[in-house]
């Protein structure tokens, strides 16, 4: 574990274009190394499908202990549509460490970058900065792997708990108040279907009552579906939202959708203890090897690393590196920086060289 500003990081790159997307993250952490007193050692590990099809497993036992020891977690896109479990699921590695390591929330921000084109009118102007909070452990999602199939009908059970409820209530509440002190609207909003299911009615219970502890962040209650059509005509309206697993998992690509794709979408499943890094897209194997995937979301996650670890630890000049990093991303998006996805010329090396350059 970290010893004052060094930081063991294990690095699972995974499948497609994962390991294409994480070398640019590594490059971005080096330079940050020679621009402050951070030190990282990283530790590669197999995880994905491609493990699977080599061993029958999607992460050995090794590379689950190497996270378990390391500070932080670095995950590329992991998992390919041609391979799957006998029960035709694909392999998954960024659900189970969820499970694994009780990473509750998910942490899903959502910026457009000045110089990147949004699909919402007026949203170059009024700006998006929003953040949806993912429960990673429960939800429908809890039925992983547990479902009940016949002949006749199919049952997926969804579970959400008071204890993880609490928790993941906590840590929304405290990331909204994090964001009022850096100058945000620091309000939050509970997204749910109380209206219909007892599960969320439940779920909205437990916000309420921990809204009581936290009376300096505004809140607000939205039914999913209003939640949704709200957010394709004012994103700028929104800035903290909190939801069950699967709703989480939906919006959360909805909103990367507005700030310019799933390529430029970063992520973080965090717990009470560990926490992993790794962008919302997946492994894109029909780019992959030819040097057309967007790093962005990848540094950006290895933003969030540094920013966390700053929280984690108490070491300040973590959470600089970590505004550094965005910094220098705005800078060259700013300047005309265009991927392969927005129509544009630039590739992996351009954009890498490009965010090195500017930091």
């Keep these: 574990m970290s010893a004052n500003n060094a930081f063991h990081i294990a690095v699972l790159a995974g499948d497609g274009i994962g390991p294409e997307v994480m070398a640019p993250a590594i490059e971005v952490l080096r330079k940050i190394e020679t621009k402050s007193g951070l030190s990282f050692r990283f530790t590669e590990a197999p995880a994905g499908a491609n493990h699977y099809l080599a061993t029958g497993k999607s992460m050995p036992d090794t590379t689950i ?11 590329g896109a ?11 699921t694909e392999i998954a590695p ?8 009780d990473l509750y929330a998910g942490v899903r ?3 457009l970058i000045p110089g990147v084109p949004s699909p919402i009118v007026g949203a170059d102007q009024r700006g998006i900065d929003l953040v949806v909070i993912r429960e990673s452990t429960e939800g429908l999602f809890a039925s992983m792997g547990k479902g009940v199939v016949t002949h006749e009908e199919a049952r997926e059970t969804m579970v959400i708990t008071r204890k993880t409820s609490e928790r993941l209530f906590e840590f929304s509440f405290r990331l909204a108040e994090r964001r009022k002190a850096r100058g945000k609207p620091g309000a939050l909003a509970c997204v749910d ?3 219909v299911f007892k599960a969320f009615a439940f779920f909205r ?3 309420d009552e921990i809204a009581k502890r936290h009376p300096e ?7 999913i579906d209003a939640c949704s059509a709200m957010l394709v005509k004012r994103p700028w309206d929104f800035d903290v939202m909190v939801m069950e697993n699967m709703f989480g998992d939906i919006v959360s690509d909805i909103t990367a959708s507005l700030i310019g794709g799933l390529g430029m979408a970063p992520s973080a499943d965090i717990g009470d203890k560990y926490a992993v890094f790794q962008p919302c897209h997946g492994t894109a194997p029909d780019i992959m090897g030819q040097g057309k995937a967007n790093p962005t979301g990848m540094i950006l996650s290895a933003a969030m690393m540094l920013d966390w670890l700053a929280d984690k630890h108490g070491v300040e000049g973590a959470a600089e590196a970590g505004e550094q990093v965005e910094r220098a991303v705005d800078k060259v998006y700013a300047g005309g920086l265009k991927p392969m996805e927005f129509g544009g010329s630039n590739g992996t090396a351009d954009i890498t060289k490009a965010v090195l350059a500017a930091l």
């Design 65 to 75: 202990r190497l996270c378990e020891d390391a500070d932080a977690i670095l995950l």
């Design 109 to 111: 921000p959502a910026r």
């Design 193 to 195: 279907k109380a209206n």
């Design 78 to 88: 992991c998992g390919l549509p041609s391979v799957r479990y006998p029960d035709n």
């Design 205 to 207: 219970g437990i916000f």
């Design 94 to 101: 960024q659900i189970e460490l969820r499970f694994i390591f």
């Design 217 to 223: 962040v505004k809140t607000d209650r939205l039914y």
